[in-house]
């Protein structure tokens, strides 16, 4: 069973940084298309940003362009999201999903493994 473990949520400062972290569980991270997507209360699910099995980026919410980014570290299992220039529409709650085929997807539903979530709230 793959499991994923987020952490770094917390609480910022509008225009302040925070850095997300997911373990993933397993031998065969390096094999994983990554995704971040995060849900406000009240709002549907949305991709933050998505990266290739290889790390390489593939998709991201237009409010995440120029903020927002992924990157894997498979030596760790792990992969961050570092996210700049919060603002306070970006209190959520993030999650981090594992694609199994190695292709990254906007689409929440293609995802094969989900983390419980971690809370994101940034202050005006």
């Known amino acids: 069973q793959v499991q994923l473990v987020e952490s770094g949520g917390g609480l910022a400062q509008a225009g302040g940084s925070l850095r997300l972290s997911c373990v993933v569980s397993g031998r065969t991270f390096s094999r994983y298309a990554m995704g971040w997507f995060r849900q406000a209360a009240g709002k549907e699910r949305e991709l933050v940003v998505s990266?290739?099995?290889?790390?390489?980026?593939?998709y991201a919410g237009d409010f995440a362009k120029g903020r927002f980014t992924a990157f894997k570290d498979n030596a760790k299992n792990t992969v961050y999201l570092q996210m700049n220039s919060l603002r306070p529409e970006d209190t959520a709650v993030y999650y981090c999903?594992?694609?199994?085929?190695?292709?990254?997807?906007?689409?929440?539903?293609?995802?094969?493994?989900w983390g419980q979530g971690t809370q994101v709230t940034v202050s005006s």
């Open positions: 990266i290739t099995a290889s790390g390489g980026s593939a």
């Open positions: 999903a594992a694609r199994g085929n190695g292709r990254a997807s906007p689409r929440d539903w293609e995802y094969d493994y």
